[in-house]
Structures are given as structure tokens and as C-alpha cells.
């Protein structure tokens, strides 16, 4: 139990387009979900906090109007990266708390965001 | 704010040793920690994850103590093998709630 999937695993995309990222929580609900950058050779980094049915909470020194999330069911959480640029650039990485064990969180496999 | 800290940054071993890395962080006020594997281009493997009421954890070859009131915690890798090639990553749960991780260890194992 408590598989986290994301969708898509990778994606290419050109400067100044916007690319969405899903998270899922396929066997559980999650009521939060976190979304975290890595950029290569680095840790990663928290962006955001993602509460289903209210606004994220960001980090900071992330900008909430670029990085677009909406968590719309306990099951679904979405990252939009608007206006992408070449700095943009990395992998992110979606997690999960089951509702009835918040001091664990359930890991998506990630994806990688190219912007040429 | 809480800071995570891995030492080393990386090592190389050959096969059949036994090792320890090490975490350290700033905050003794964590729910948790929780030691992950991640292979280069991929996602989080989790590990061991040690309650802030525990002392250590054990999986296998792998065995995992934390120390919580001296803000440290250490992975041992037992008889280590390549396929335990990775990086290794540390992460304490804070009070609000939040994952923090360290910089990670990137482990290699020599045949």
C-alpha cells in the first residue's frame, strides 16, 4: 500500500510554455501533499505544501504565481510550471500523507522537466 | 531553522565492507528521521525510518540509530555489495510538519 504515481515521467518542453505535473495517491487518501525540486547533483528542496480543498503554502523564495497548484481531491494534486524557462529545469518530486499517519510521507517516482 | 548536514559527501569502498554514514542536524525537535536511497535519474527509495522515540532500526544488512538529543544519526552498511551503489539521503521530520534532507552521500561500491 500507500503508492504515490506521477505523471509524466518526463517532458521536453519549449521556453515560455506551460507544463502540468499530476501527483496521485493510488491506494490511499492524502489530505496533504508536498511538491520538492532537485536540481542535478543537489538535495531536494521543499516548494510548496499542498492542502486538498484550500490554497498551497509556498517556501520561501518560491514563486506562487509561476508554480500553479491545486489539490482538488484527496487524491490528486497538480503543479503547473508556467512560462517555463531553461532554469526551470529539473526534477520534481511529489509526496503524500495518508490521512491517518501525518508524520510519514509517500514518495512519487518524480519527473524531469526539460525547457529548451 | 532546522539544517540537516551528511558527511561525507561521498565515498568509495570496495566490496564486501562495512561502512557508516552520517547525519547530523540542528533541531533536536523532530518527529523523525528517515534514511532513503535514490539511483541516479530516479525517485526515493525509502530505507529506514526511525521514530524520535527510538534509538535505531534494522533491515537487513542495513541499520539505521539516531541519536536525537545530540542531533545525530548514522547508517551502517553491512558486507556492502555494488548494487548498493547510490546516493543516500537523510531527512528529519520538524515540528511543522516539514522534510528536510541533507546534501546525501553518494556511495560507490568497487567490485
Known amino acids: 500500500g500507500a503508492v504515490v504515481s506521477q505523471h509524466p515521467s518526463w517532458v521536453i518542453c519549449k521556453s515560455g510554455t506551460s507544463v502540468k505535473i499530476e501527483c496521485r495517491s493510488l491506494?490511499?487518501?492524502?489530505?496533504?501533499m508536498f511538491w520538492y525540486r532537485q536540481f542535478p547533483k543537489q538535495s531536494l528542496m521543499l516548494m510548496a505544501t499542498s492542502n486538498e480543498g484550500s490554497k498551497a503554502t509556498y517556501e520561501q523564495g518560491v514563486e506562487k504565481d509561476k508554480f500553479l497548484i491545486n489539490h482538488a481531491s484527496l487524491t490528486l494534486s497538480t503543479l503547473t510550471v508556467t512560462s517555463a524557462h531553461p532554469e526551470d529545469s529539473s526534477f520534481y518530486i511529489c509526496?503524500?500523507?495518508?490521512?491517518?499517519?501525518?508524520?510519514?510521507?509517500?514518495f512519487g517516482p518524480g519527473t524531469r522537466l526539460t525547457v529548451l | 531553522k532546522q539544517e540537516v548536514t551528511q558527511i561525507p559527501a561521498a565515498l568509495s569502498v570496495p566490496e564486501g565492507e562495512n561502512l557508516v554514514l552520517n547525519c547530523s542536524f540542528t533541531d533536536s525537535a523532530i518527529y523523525n528521521l528517515q534514511w532513503f536511497r535514490q539511483d541516479p535519474g530516479k525517485g526515493l527509495t525509502s530505507l529506514l525510518l526511525?521514530?524520535?522515540?527510538?534509538r535505531e532500526q534494522t533491515s537487513g544488512r542495513l541499520n539505521a540509530s539516531l541519536d536525537k538529543s545530540s542531533g545525530r544519526s548514522t547508517l551502517y552498511i553491512a558486507a556492502s555489495q555494488p548494487g548498493d551503489s547510490a546516493t543516500y539521503l537523510c531527512?528529519?521530520?520538524?515540528?511543522?510538519?516539514?522534510?528536510?534532507f541533507g546534501s546525501g552521500t553518494r556511495l560507490l561500491v568497487r567490485p
Open positions: 526511525i521514530q524520535s522515540s527510538q
Open positions: 491506494d490511499f487518501q492524502a489530505t496533504t
Open positions: 531527512a528529519v521530520l520538524d515540528s511543522s510538519y516539514k522534510l528536510i
Open positions: 509526496s503524500a500523507v495518508h490521512s491517518g499517519r501525518a508524520t510519514e510521507q509517500f
